[in-house]
């Protein structure tokens, strides 16, 4: 029995990086406008539609209460678009140039980046599921500074090797969470290299730091990482200006205050850091992916 199980996953596995991989050769060869446009129609037109739209419409009423059905409604629907655009983008990320990228991308705060990078011991970036993420860690690669991206192992071992593929072109290395990872991120920042973030999933062994006034449990990661190398650690937002435009930027380094309560100083950080997500999230409700279960 198990046996037939492990063989219809490799099946379904295998099956999902096919279909993935001929999505994105069909998308590669669109023009990079047509691709995303064609992206946002197809996840807009059926998305809202689909059983986990009903997730979507939960998060928000339980993190906005005060919007109507309608609003909410019309914020699954931008959410589809935006995701549906994100998909259809990321095989193009890879093989645009930085000239080509900055028809597309406004990228502030570039003097936080400069003086960060000066630090010994390195610096951390975090920004969250908005707009499209992706383009962040492109963003500092054409700018010459490259970030080691921290990513969660997917169940589908096909699908994460397209994926990491993509990345590699750039991001400086790829480093999966656990134990391996960890030692990998610490001798990044030791030798003063650069870690970029994705903030905003649950961790089921974090701390319940406050996210939408609830607890949320959260990856403490950057604080203690902070705590403990006194780095500078950069909040960097991306938002989706129009179709396949975007406006990034890069905020200077929060503080990192040790009053030598590690606990304390941990949760602090981390409230700071999910008051700032949820500042942009608020702004622009539409961009961010609430799709997957965060209070829970």
């Known amino acids: 029995m198990a046996q037939e199980i492990g063989?219809?996953?490799?099946?379904?596995?295998g099956l999902e990086s096919l279909s993935v991989k001929v999505c994105y050769i069909i998308l590669s060869r669109l023009p990079y406008p047509t691709a995303s446009a064609a992206g946002g129609y197809?996840?807009?037109?059926?998305?809202?539609f689909l059983?986990?739209?009903?997730?979507?419409?939960?998060?928000?009423?339980?993190?906005?209460?005060?919007?109507?059905?309608?609003r909410i409604d019309?914020?699954?629907?931008?959410?589809?678009?935006?995701?549906?655009?994100?998909?259809?983008?990321?095989p193009h990320i890879s093989r645009m140039s930085p000239e080509e990228m900055s028809n597309y991308i406004e990228l502030e705060g570039t003097e936080h980046v400069i003086q960060a990078t000066s630090h010994p011991n390195g610096n951390i970036y975090f920004t969250g599921h908005l707009g499209n993420w992706e383009m962040a860690a492109k963003s500092l690669s054409d700018l010459g500074k490259p970030v080691s991206s921290i990513y969660r192992k997917g169940n589908n071992p096909g699908l994460g090797s397209l994926?990491?593929?993509?990345r590699s072109h750039y991001v400086s290395s790829a480093i999966p969470k656990g134990k391996s990872g960890s030692r990998e991120i610490l001798e990044i920042l030791k030798d003063g290299g650069r870690i970029g973030m994705l903030v905003d999933q649950k961790m089921n062994?974090?701390?319940?730091?406050?996210?939408?006034?609830?607890?949320a449990m959260t990856a403490p990661a950057i604080a203690r990482l902070a705590l403990k190398y006194r780095c500078p650690v950069l909040p960097v937002r991306v938002v989706r200006v129009s179709g396949g435009h975007f406006k990034i930027r890069v905020f200077p380094p929060i503080e990192i205050n040790d009053t030598g309560n590690l606990e304390q100083d941990t949760i602090r950080i981390m409230d700071n850091i999910n008051q700032i997500l949820e500042t942009w999230i608020r702004e622009y409700p539409g961009q961010w992916i609430w799709l997957h279960n965060r209070w829970s």
């Open 163 to 166: 994926i990491e593929d993509m």
């Open 7 to 13: 063989m219809i996953r490799r099946l379904r596995y």
């Open 74 to 90: 019309v914020i699954v629907q931008e959410m589809w678009n935006n995701l549906g655009r994100t998909f259809a983008e990321f």
């Open 205 to 215: 062994d974090g701390i319940p730091a406050s996210f939408f006034g609830r607890p």
């Open 42 to 48: 197809l996840a807009g037109k059926f998305g809202p």
């Open 51 to 70: 059983k986990r739209s009903t997730v979507a419409k939960t998060n928000l009423h339980l993190a906005m209460p005060e919007l109507t059905p309608q």
